[in-house]
């Protein structure tokens, strides 16, 4: 689709410019001749090979893809030799792969939380009514927690900024609440 310049309306556009102006898209098309005295003329590039530029994503894949296999520190164990054996190396590896496992089980099991009836051992059958309901909100307040924790991760993937900051504001409350000792 070819347009015409903005300015001169004669002229075939070569020099397109987006902007983003509050949020809304705004396009320019110009001539070469009328961007250059808009003061956005286009700089003469050096032709670029395809097979450069294939080469270049290429190592910058790979690259990406070595980084994002982090190690145990202390087992060695990366999350690529978790995947092909089924087993960690030590208990550490949970917390160093933690952000890749989440998603993980719940593809798996289609959930990351236990939505049971705990061990009889954990039912708290020996407190008193009081101590049992606090124990039950701070439960739920850390059950709530680690599902916010893992939305946050969702909507940070989604670019959805403005929910991610009152889901990570929540956070915070629930975790000062939690080290506060009471419950949400």
């Known amino acids: 689709m070819s347009f015409y310049c903005q300015k001169c309306q004669t002229a075939t556009a070569k020099v397109h410019v987006t902007e983003l102006k509050e949020g809304k898209k705004i396009e320019h098309h110009f001539c070469e001749e009328c961007a250059e005295t808009q003061g956005i003329a286009p700089k003469a590039a050096a032709p670029v090979s395809m097979y450069k530029i294939f080469k270049e994503l290429m190592e910058k894949g790979g690259a990406a893809r070595r980084s994002r296999d982090r190690q145990c520190p202390e087992c060695g164990m990366t999350f690529s030799e978790f995947k092909a054996k089924g087993r960690f190396g030590c208990p550490h590896d949970y917390d160093v792969f933690l952000s890749r496992l989440i998603p993980l089980l719940q593809r798996i099991h289609g959930a990351s939380q236990q939505d049971g009836l705990p061990p009889e ?64």
């Open 121 to 184: 051992d954990d039912r708290h059958e020996d407190l008193d009514l009081p101590e049992q309901e606090q124990a039950d909100e701070e439960n739920q307040a850390q059950v709530e927690l680690e599902e916010l924790k893992t939305e946050l991760q969702r909507v940070v993937q989604r670019e959805q900024y403005e929910e991610a900051a009152r889901i990570r504001d929540r956070i915070k409350e629930l975790e000062e609440t939690l080290t506060q000792g009471g419950g949400a």
